[in-house]
């Protein structure tokens, strides 16, 4: 459920006046030397008064009372995000429903449980609920599903053979490696460095770095070059440097910047920005993608430098930090935990293959495409997740060559939720008419709405959903569907087809 920008309380204090009671208005005296009239009179206009003060307190009563049930029906149901907060109101906003929250405790085992009044589900109802709903014409010839349950992982639902391109559901993956393999309060740090006259910028894969700070209210903190270039600036200026040369350093990051299995055409065609473990704003700039985003990001750090009075000579070259170099500057950006809400919520494809090659680096493998799919693989067999047919060739799923099982996707998700560590993922997903790449759709699935949180996966001919939805009785079951030979010519109708099969599970009375 969303919180609304000002309380109730709030409202009440714009209408009583600030001390939160009633403001008395003092009606004018009636003047002495007025007409003056007569108590008969008085006693026929009293009625009239009386009926006319009241239908006036009644009509705002009235109106008021019906602006706020309506607004409240319509604010539960998320119409109102856009006006609120121009479409995805983001976590900040957002308060899940009693029946989506996330109990970030690990269970111990033999530990007394809080019951669930509609008791477990019937595997037998849940399959009823969702099987016509899979054959939908539209979705094609191969489609998956699993659904699972969130207490002891056993099976409720099994539907297609397989496994399939994931499209972005590979996110989520790359996300609980993430949380399980790095350091929980890891920030990725940017640093300048120098060598007598010589500084270098030094890249450490922070995948929300920007160019300028972060408007106030942003969810995700972000380092900054302003701010990088401002401390490096006063720091030159106090040991009395003018004057310097200006290099970069990128190498923390190895093996090729895009995918070989991605489509040639994603980089010429402005879809991605070349991998890099320096960069400002994912490399993007006037809407253009840099073909090496870390120049531009040092060109940049150059102009912001002469700026504040340090004149930089040459242009930035590539380079690697000198040894003995001292550091002169860093800005550090938000931890692992915040940027992987972030890559979940919005499905950013440049912040997962950043954070796959963090996960490379966490467990002592090369920062590559290579080291960081087999990074996440060793994550997910060391939560014993069944990760039979998986193929994995990039963070994003961007790459049509991936495979993934239903059941990979839906034990994922399980493992995410025993630990504290990792249970975060499961509130990162996006909540269905509310947040993030699901915050337009399900509007016409009310019995959907919030009940419903899931990642999505979309590309031509491929939809999928994998997360969790709460039964019409409070029941989680935990899912992931995917079909990828959908209809291509009808892209909308196979992505409501897909909501179709959650908004199945929530409505379903499956005790």
Not at 288 to 316: C, N
Request: charged letters at 20%; aromatic letters at 4%.
């Amino acid at each position: 459920m969303l919180r609304l920008p000002f309380g109730i309380s709030t409202v009440t204090s714009k209408i009583t006046g600030a001390s939160g009671g009633c403001n008395r208005v003092r009606a004018p005296e009636a003047s002495r030397h007025g007409v003056l009239y007569s108590l008969s009179h008085v006693a026929a206009r009293r009625d009239i008064r009386v009926g006319r003060t009241l239908l006036s307190l009644a009509v705002p009563v009235v109106v008021i009372a019906a602006v706020v049930l309506g607004g409240s029906a319509l604010w539960q149901r998320g119409d109102l995000n856009r006006f609120i907060c121009d479409g995805d109101c983001g976590p900040s906003n957002v308060i899940a429903p009693q029946s989506l929250a996330i109990d970030t405790t690990p269970a111990v085992p033999g530990a007394p449980t809080s019951p669930r009044a509609s008791g477990p589900v019937d595997a037998a109802k849940l399959a009823a609920a969702v099987d016509p709903l899979l054959r939908a014409r539209v979705l094609g010839p191969h489609v998956g599903l699993t659904a699972i349950s969130p207490d002891d992982g056993k099976v409720l639902a099994s539907s297609g053979s397989g496994a399939f391109v994931p499209a972005s559901t590979t996110k989520v993956l790359t996300g609980y490696a993430a949380l399980a393999t790095i350091e929980p309060g890891t920030r990725f740090a940017t640093r300048v460095v120098r060598s007598g006259d010589r500084l270098v910028l030094v890249g450490g894969g922070d995948p929300y770095l920007a160019t300028k700070p972060a408007a106030k209210g942003d969810g995700v903190h972000r380092g900054d070059l302003t701010t990088l270039a401002r401390r490096a600036a006063n720091a030159l200026r106090k040991a009395g440097v003018a004057r310097v040369s200006l290099g970069y350093d990128a190498s923390l990051f190895t093996g090729p910047a895009a995918s070989p299995a991605w489509r040639p055409s994603y980089v010429a065609e402005n879809v991605v920005t070349p991998v890099s473990s320096l960069w400002a704003d994912q490399g993007v700039e006037n809407g253009v993608r840099a073909d090496d985003p870390a120049r531009a990001a040092a060109q940049t750090f150059a102009t912001l430098l002469e700026k504040r009075g340090i004149a930089v000579t040459g242009s930035p070259a590539a380079t690697r930090t000198p040894a003995g170099a001292r550091q002169v500057a860093v800005v550090r950006g938000a931890t692992i935990g915040e940027v992987v809400e972030s890559l979940i919520r919005t499905s950013d494809n440049q912040a997962a293959e950043v954070v796959l090659r963090q996960v490379a680096i966490a467990n002592d493998r090369p920062a590559t495409f290579d080291g960081g799919t087999q990074a996440v693989r060793a994550a997910l067999e060391a939560a014993d997740v069944d990760v039979s047919d998986l193929r994995l060739t990039d963070g994003s799923g961007l790459s049509r060559s991936n495979r993934i099982r239903p059941l990979t996707l839906a034990q994922t998700l399980l493992a995410a939720s025993a630990s504290s560590r990792t249970s975060g993922l499961l509130a990162d997903l996006p909540v269905s008419g509310f947040t993030g790449t699901l915050v337009n759709r399900f509007a016409q699935l009310p019995t959907a709405l919030g009940t419903v949180r899931a990642k999505t996966g979309t590309l031509t001919g491929v939809h999928s959903l994998a997360g969790y939805a709460v039964d019409a009785d409070g029941r989680p079951v935990i899912f992931a569907v995917m079909a990828d030979r959908t209809d291509k010519d009808q892209p909308f109708a196979a992505q409501a087809a897909v909501d179709k099969v959650a908004a199945a599970i929530a409505a379903c009375r499956c005790g």
